[in-house]
C-alpha cells in the first residue's frame, strides 16, 4: 500500500508561483496513475491535473496553463507547478496515487493565494 505526503503549500500573492510535492513511499510508484486534487470551503473535491505511468497528463479547465503536473519516478515524487495563481485557488491540495486496485490518498496541504 502506498503511502502520500504532501508539501509546498503556503501564502502566495494573486499572480504568484507555488511548488507542491507529493513524496510517495511503498514499491513500484512508478505504475500508479498520480493526481492532484483540491477542495476549497463549500465546494466539493475536484480534480486539478493528472500524470499517468508513461507521463500523459490532464488538466481541469480551470488550470490549464497556468499549473503543470510531472514525476520524478527515481524519486517517488510527483509535482504540481502552479503559475499565476488566483484567489479561487485557494483550497486543500490533495496527491492521490491509483494503480489497479489500489486508491491511496494524502493528508493535504494548504494552498492560500491572498494579497
Known amino acids: 500500500q502506498v503511502q502520500l505526503v504532501e508539501s509546498g503549500g503556503g501564502l502566495v500573492q494573486p499572480g504568484g508561483s507555488l511548488r507542491l510535492s507529493c513524496s510517495a513511499s511503498?514499491?513500484?510508484?512508478?505504475?500508479?496513475?498520480m493526481g492532484w486534487y483540491r477542495q476549497a470551503p463549500g465546494k466539493q473535491r475536484e480534480l486539478v491535473a493528472r500524470?499517468?505511468?508513461?507521463?500523459?497528463?490532464d488538466y481541469a479547465d480551470s488550470v490549464k496553463g497556468r499549473f503543470t503536473i510531472s514525476r520524478d519516478n527515481a524519486k517517488n515524487t510527483v509535482y504540481l507547478q502552479m503559475n499565476s495563481l488566483k484567489p479561487e485557488d485557494k483550497a486543500v491540495y490533495y496527491c492521490?496515487?491509483?494503480?489497479?486496485?489500489?486508491?491511496?490518498w494524502g493528508q493535504g496541504t494548504q494552498v492560500t493565494v491572498s494579497s
Open positions: 492521490n496515487a491509483a494503480y489497479m486496485r489500489v486508491v491511496a
Open positions: 511503498g514499491g513500484f510508484f512508478r505504475l500508479y496513475v
Open positions: 500524470i499517468s505511468s508513461d507521463s500523459s497528463t
